[in-house]
């Protein structure tokens, strides 16, 4: 991992910060674009698994769920998830919550089978996480 020098880490947040106020504005384009430049920079900086990274994703997912754009959405969740499994652990809250929001995804596109898989891996994270 590349060490980071304190500007470059306020910028990134700055990125992340512009990002989430655009979207509880509903300016959807405009959060989508500042979140995918917070993901480039993370990714340069910090890596693709690092966690700060791995947020920026799961914010992009989001944005791009709200713009209904499930497929798009799915595959950065899925990406979030697999990086959580792999650097956190499969009992790690952040990792149960990566699953839940699939699982959420899914039932909202009406995938039941899908949603119960998702559910179960954070289910049963949650509970070892107790």
Avoid: W
């Avoid at 674009?33 to 920026?56: D, S």
């Amino acid at each position: 991992m590349l060490s980071m020098k304190k500007k470059d880490h306020f910028t990134l947040n700055q990125l992340r910060e512009a990002g989430e106020m655009l979207l509880k504005t509903g300016k959807l384009d405009d959060a989508d674009e500042m979140f995918t430049k917070a993901i480039e920079g993370c990714k340069r900086q910090l890596g693709p698994e690092h966690p700060e990274t791995l947020a920026a994703i799961y914010k992009l997912g989001l944005c791009l769920e709200l713009k209904k754009k499930f497929t798009e959405a799915e595959v950065k969740y899925k990406v979030v998830l697999a990086g959580r499994q792999k650097v956190l652990g499969a009992i790690d809250k952040e990792t149960c919550n990566a699953a839940y929001t699939l699982g959420e995804l899914n039932r909202k596109l009406s995938r039941f089978h899908k949603a119960a898989d998702y559910y179960r891996i954070a289910y049963n994270g949650y509970l070892e996480c107790l």
